[in-house]
Nanobody, 116 residues
Framework: VQLQASGGGLVQAGGSLRLSCAAP????????MAWYRQAPGKERELVAH???????NYADSVKGRFTISADNGKSPMYLQMNSLKPDDTAVYYC???????????WGQGTQVTVSS
């Protein structure tokens, strides 16, 4: 299974981006999915995730601005990012769990750069 993360790029502060994470042909759980990010010189941090019981949680720094979603187990997972700030600059990684085997897979990362 190869998860492909895409949608990153360069955007001005206040702008929006939508990240996608997909692996065509693989069925994933709509729970147990997450987006992480890692800025230069910093540890990887959890940005948004859907728990095993379906609850959605966000890092305090992105609450009200970011939304994690997936229509179903065969559709891509998304991270809608609005009102972007320079502090959101990082490589963003997705993680999803397969229905069969219940294994977690990571995407390769997509760069988001927010200019001031």
């Amino acid at each position: 299974v190869q998860l492909q993360a895409s949608g990153g790029g360069l955007v001005q502060a206040g702008g929006s981006l939508r990240l996608s994470c997909a692996a065509p042909g693989t069925v994933f759980s709509i729970n147990n999915m997450a987006w992480y990010r890692q800025a230069p010189g910093k540890e990887r941090e959890l940005v948004a995730h859907v728990t095993s019981d379906g609850r959605t949680n966000y890092a305090d720094s992105v609450k009200g601005r970011f939304t994690i979603s997936a229509d179903n187990g065969k559709s891509p997972m998304y991270l809608q990012m609005n009102s972007l700030k320079p502090d959101d600059t990082a490589v963003y990684y997705c993680k999803r769990r397969t229905v069969e085997g219940r294994r977690d897979y990571w995407g390769q990362g997509t760069q988001v750069t927010v200019s001031s």
